[in-house]
Nanobody, 126 residues
């Protein structure tokens, strides 16, 4: 079965950190552009960060630049999103997605993805 599974979400205080993981099963992530997206209650889904399959190029939404870092470990078939200096407005369900035929910017801006995970909740609150 081909699937992506997110983990690492939870409740954290403002200013805290979390690391999300996106693990693939049934296919190899090496050949896919991977993206992290989020959707807060009552808001549209937005692209947070995306990473290429080849040259390591990345894209970050302006709202997370300097705070979030995307990385991939192909040996573990996993992509990570390190989130630092978290703010209440980062509260959302975070999803990862994979697509073999797109670019980093196109994926994040146009919310492209062939495979999607089920999401993990991140809540930033004191």
């Amino acid at each position: 079965q081909l699937q992506l599974v997110e983990s690492g979400g939870g409740l954290v205080q403002p200013g805290g950190s979390l690391r999300l993981s996106c693990a693939a099963s049934g296919f190899v992530l090496d050949y896919y552009v991977i993206g992290w997206f989020r959707q807060a209650p009552g808001k549209e889904r937005e692209g947070v960060s995306c990473i290429s399959s080849s040259d390591g190029s990345t894209y970050y939404a302006d709202s997370v630049k300097g705070r979030f870092t995307i990385s991939r470990d192909n040996a573990k078939n996993t992509v990570y999103l390190q989130m630092n200096s978290l703010k209440p407005e980062d509260t959302a369900v975070y999803y990862c997605a994979a697509d073999a035929i797109t670019t980093v910017q196109a994926m994040c801006v146009s919310l492209l993805g062939y495979y999607w995970g089920q999401g993990t909740q991140v809540t930033v609150s004191s």
